[in-house]
């Protein structure tokens, strides 16, 4: 069912579902539209972060029409009913709701963290790799952390679950003194020298990885080199 998986990685702001023009009751947030020519309504009721009912009423019967959720009903008007439906589904998981990738009780405290620290969203910049996100600086434009999914084994633990993990910039120095590949792992898919890995299953505390986070931050300056007293070029 479409409202199934396209809310599934979800979770609804409530400001922007008032804005668009949902009505808030209770616990629920419920929206009205008229579609097919105002043969019908639309209601769209969404719950619990991110759960989506939907009901078409026939305005003319008053009965619930749901053939546009049965994939083998054909024709130019149920296949209407469909797009519509769809579209304005569609609009509103764009419109409505963040993202809501990564579960993980540790990757949910970092994202607050450097929301509130910061003021940095992720970034998702890949659409082949939707579980695959980045903070950077605003003044130097540079990352200093990425958040993605990986198999266990991919970190060389044993096992093909699936896992979130952080990758932070790191001193080179500092690298070398840390790594045991239990709890601190080379920067997956970075430079092994500058970045490290941090496995997010609270094998480390999360007020060590806050301070991390900040040291990465601060690493991801726009550098400055000295050509002389008078000039100075910048990366």
Known sequence: ???????????????????????????????HIAIAKGQMQLTITVKNQNEVDTEIIDNETGESYVLHLVDSATGDFVGSIRE?????????????????????DQARKIIQYISKTYNDDLEYLWDSFPKYAVWRRKDSRKWYGILLTVPMDKLG???TDIIEILDLRINPAELEEILDQRKYFFGY???????????LNESVPIDEIYSRIDNSYNLAVKKTYHKNKSEQVKE
């Open 84 to 104: 519509e439906y769809e579209n304005i589904l569609r609009q509103i998981e764009y419109l409505c709701f963040d993202k809501d990738i990564f579960k993980s």
């Open 157 to 159: 633990m044993e096992g």
């Open 189 to 199: 898919h970075m430079n092994k020298k500058n970045w490290l890995t941090i496995c």
């Open 1 to 31: 069912m479409l409202t199934k998986t396209l809310f599934k990685d979800r979770i609804m702001n409530e400001e922007r579902l008032l804005d668009y023009g949902f009505e808030q009751s209770g616990d629920e947030f419920v929206y």
